[in-house]
């Protein structure tokens, strides 16, 4: 059965720190690459970063440059984004996504990915 679930959301203060995990199962998950999108509300959805299927390769929202780290643990079927320094235009629903044969041309638009988690609330309020 094939799941996409995000995980380590919650209510930060601005500064603070938060890690959220996507774990996935049922697909070759080390043959994907993984991307964090986020949407606020009223708003469209936006990626925040990608990892390629092996991690050799990242890239990140010019919003987000510099603050936060992806990474992925295939042998643990897991994707992280590490995010520091969260201001409240950080708040939203962010959510996980794969795509198998990613165009980093494109990877922020959320039409190329495959497979979807259900999202986890960041809230980053004081």
């Known amino acids: 059965q094939l799941q996409v679930v995000e995980s380590g959301g919650g209510l930060v203060q601005p500064g603070g720190s938060l890690r959220l995990s996507c774990a996935a199962s049922?697909?070759?998950?080390?043959?994907?690459?993984i991307a964090w999108f986020r949407q606020a509300p009223g708003k469209e959805r936006e990626g925040v970063s990608c990892i390629s299927s092996s991690g050799a390769t990242t890239t990140y929202a010019d919003s987000v440059k510099g603050r936060f780290t992806i990474s992925r643990d295939n042998a643990k079927n897991t994707v992280y984004l590490q995010m520091n320094s969260l201001k409240p235009e950080d708040t939203g629903v962010y959510y996980c996504a794969a795509v198998r044969g990613i165009v980093w041309g494109s990877w922020s638009s959320s039409a190329k990915y495959d497979y979807w988690g259900q999202g986890t609330q960041v809230t980053v309020s004081s």
């Open positions: 049922g697909f070759a998950f080390s043959a994907y690459a």
